[in-house]
């Protein structure tokens, strides 16, 4: 795989060191269990797949490139480059303006953009219509276009369900960047909606087997589906692609439901003529780490800390995956542990950071999960666990625990 060239800031030599030992060790990635740091009084159970993905590394790669083969020019970013606020921070600490918010919401008018301003389209990709504006205005779009192949690989599924007469049923969320950007490629080659969940897909379902009026469907789905859309007829024909980082297993039980519906009301012998049976459209990187995260699970821990931006789908599902079987601590910086008895941290419930006592067991040996997600810097996770060795004054050194990874 290709080898990126991303600021030193952002990396990490404890964290370096096990990723190249797991990799000489299972080159194939078939071991998903948890590489073990035993300090004596606490233990990390680190996640065999996390951080940076090639998506991530290779918008980073390009941002920074924008900013040294630019000086003095005004160089812009459409919205976030990646879901990490420390990057984005950094990004704006030497110059880089944002247009919009994570929402689309302007942050500047696009009026006010010259032809011989340069700007990065992020990792999520954008829409036909925002690429159209600044071609319009003569920017040229593709130098610093930073869209993560795996998003485009959506994109061509999509097109092909659209060529094939297929309706497309994205699994995402409808506020989210990568997801406004697939829709907008979808609808230009098909009629297509937006479900967020199962839940969603059993009201779209409910509409198909006649369950659910008109008015109901156009309610529930307002603003989730293209202009063409008539659900009277293009329900009939459906086939699913995905926000790139959603749960693998909603997205296939989105799809397994999806498909049994349209089977009792056309029969299995047309399955095929009204449900395209497409792999799910997840990137390597998400599904490597939710696959990690369920081999970290099964090796159980006291509690787990999942670092990364709050606004980050992808960690939110291994947060949310996490939260099913042990108390877990959802924060975007080391500075978020104030002390061994106070925790600041994200809440996925209420959108809000709270602030929680006592959340290191009151026991030793304990064990502690330590993740992130595909968009948080190596260099964070290392400030995370270092900061809670603090709290043990009587654990083994680091190089002492490390001597294992270092590879000849």
């Known amino acids: 795989m290709k080898s990126f060239d991303i600021p030193v800031i952002y990396r990490s030599t404890i964290i370096s060191k096990i990723k190249q030992y797991r990799k000489k060790n299972d080159p194939l990635k078939k071991d998903f269990s948890p590489t073990i740091l035993d300090f004596g009084p606490v233990k990390f159970a680190i996640a065999r797949h ?62 006010e953009l010259k032809s011989n301003d340069i700007v990065i389209i992020p990792a999520f990709g954008t829409t036909i219509e925002i690429e159209n504006i600044l071609q319009e205005k003569g920017i040229e779009v593709q130098t610093y276009n930073t869209t993560c192949p ?33 829709f907008s490629h979808s609808t230009s080659e098909g009629p297509s909606i937006i479900v967020r969940d199962l839940e969603e897909t059993k009201q779209l379902a409910a509409f198909i087997k006649g369950e659910l009026s008109l008015d109901d469907f156009e309610q529930i789905f307002k603003g989730k589906y293209s202009d063409d859309f008539n659900p009277t007829i293009h329900l009939n024909r459906l086939g699913v692609v995905n926000q790139t980082t959603m749960l693998a297993t909603e997205t296939q039980e989105i799809s397994n439901y999806l498909k049994k519906t349209l089977i009792e009301k056309f029969g299995e012998e047309n399955a095929k003529d009204h449900f395209a049976d497409t792999r799910d459209t997840l990137c390597y990187a998400t599904n490597d780490n939710q696959r990690a995260t369920y081999g970290l699970l099964e090796k159980g821990a006291d509690i787990a800390i999942v670092v990364g931006g709050y606004n980050s789908s992808n960690t939110s599902h291994i947060v949310e995956l996490c939260e099913e079987k042990m108390p877990s601590y959802f924060i975007n910086h080391a500075k978020k542990i104030e002390h061994r008895n106070l925790i600041h941290h994200f809440d996925l419930h209420t959108k809000n950071e709270i602030s929680s006592t006592n959340f290191l067991p009151d026991k030793t040996p304990i064990t502690i999960i330590l993740t992130c997600g595909a968009s948080c810097p190596d260099a964070t996770i290392e400030q995370v666990m270092l900061k809670l060795l603090d709290f043990f004054p009587h654990k083994k050194s680091v190089n002492e625990v490390m001597d294992i990874f270092n590879i000849n």
């Not at 918008?59 to 005004?74: L, Q, T």
């Not at 998003?151 to 309706?167: D, P």
Request: glycine share 8%; with cysteine; aromatic share 12%.
């Open 50 to 111: 996390f951080g940076f993905c090639y998506g991530v590394e290779n918008a980073i790669e390009i941002s920074y490139k924008a900013i040294e083969e630019n000086p003095g020019k005004r160089i812009f970013l459409l919205s976030e480059m990646i879901h990490n606020p420390e990057v984005n921070r950094d990004l704006v600490e030497r110059g880089i303006q944002f247009l919009m918010d994570t929402f689309g919401n302007p942050l500047m008018p696009f009026d």
């Open 150 to 182: 795996f998003v485009t690989k959506v994109w061509k599924r999509s097109y092909k369900l659209g060529q094939e007469g297929y309706a497309i049923v994205i699994h995402g969320k409808a506020r989210h960047e990568e997801t406004r950007a697939t």
